[in-house]
């Protein structure tokens, strides 16, 4: 059984990410945990504030926390039509200043196999600092599922790949893994650049070789003019998909992450389906 985090702020729009894991959970068995991040501060006054105080302070607060969670899961699901046994969930609370390496270091310590966070269009300025959701894309060696604010519940009964085929073998199997206890269809999505040019019965040979799952294969010859993340969005469109997948680079330059940013996190800032990214 995989075992997926969900994380929440209790917001309106963090709701998008229990409606998927409900999904998710109706189409296979997951061990779900909802993780709530605060952050603490710590009086500076140490005469009235001693360590032993602060900590009575973080045990109640934390307390408080994890029941506002167990009671936003609990309200949120009431009015869903898509449900789960809340019972049989975990509930925790992380305190650190940096909510994306909370959840990180939950994720890693709990041996948590995806982290599942709902997201929503950013603004310029936003963009340019950047958001939880993509921090956690270009940064977490656990697989992250981003869903929209505006996801409607649906199967998951497609899933998109799109691949730059570099690292095929390995990548598809990933993504298979995902898929096969879904019994999801897979569509590898490849562009042509201008250094190469094959076709879809090319591709789909080579797929055939690393796995026997039905993996269905569209190549195509973008317009250059237009940006890649559009010519995407417009195949999530014309397939009807349930779910895109990315690889992303996570080993650039700290110039490259700055200036040159990841396309999976780009695309997780307008996202019209979940979308599920992995370390490249």
Not at 164 to 173: N, S
Not at 260 to 271: I, L, R
Request: aromatic content about 10%; hydrophobic content about 40%; glycine content about 2%.
């Amino acid at each position: 059984m995989k075992k997926i985090v969900v994380t929440t702020d209790f917001s309106a729009n963090s709701a998008s990410a229990l409606a998927f894991v409900a999904q998710l959970a109706s189409q296979t068995p997951v061990e779900i945990t909802f993780l709530y991040v605060q952050h603490l501060l710590h009086p500076t006054s140490r005469e009235s504030w001693g360590d032993a105080s602060f900590t009575e302070y973080q045990q109640a607060e934390t307390e408080k926390a994890l029941q506002e969670l167990k009671d936003f899961v609990g309200k949120t699901y009431q009015t869903m039509a898509g449900k789960i046994d809340v019972a049989s969930c975990h509930f925790a609370v992380a305190d650190d200043f940096y909510t994306e390496k909370a959840i990180r270091d939950y994720a890693a310590e709990n041996e948590i196999d995806y982290i599942c966070i709902s997201t929503r269009g950013a603004g310029t300025l936003k963009k340019m600092v950047g958001t939880t959701t993509s921090a956690l894309i270009k940064n977490s060696e656990i697989p992250v599922i981003s869903v929209p604010a505006h996801y409607e519940v649906k199967p998951i009964a497609h899933i998109l790949y799109a691949s730059d085929l570099k690292k095929l073998e390995p990548e598809l199997q990933q993504v298979v893994d995902f898929a096969k206890p879904l019994e999801a269809q897979v569509e590898l999505l490849h562009f042509n650049s201008l250094a190469e040019s094959l076709d879809s019965e090319e591709v789909q040979a080579t797929v055939q070789k690393f796995s026997d799952y039905n993996v269905q294969v569209k190549v195509e010859n973008p317009d250059y003019v237009k940006a890649l993340i559009a010519h995407i969005k417009d195949a999530i469109h014309s397939s009807q998909t349930s779910m895109l997948v990315m690889f992303t680079e996570q080993n650039r330059s700290f110039f490259q992450k700055i200036f040159v940013s990841s396309k999976a996190a780009d695309y997780s800032f307008d996202a019209p389906v979940p979308l599920l990214t992995f370390k490249k």
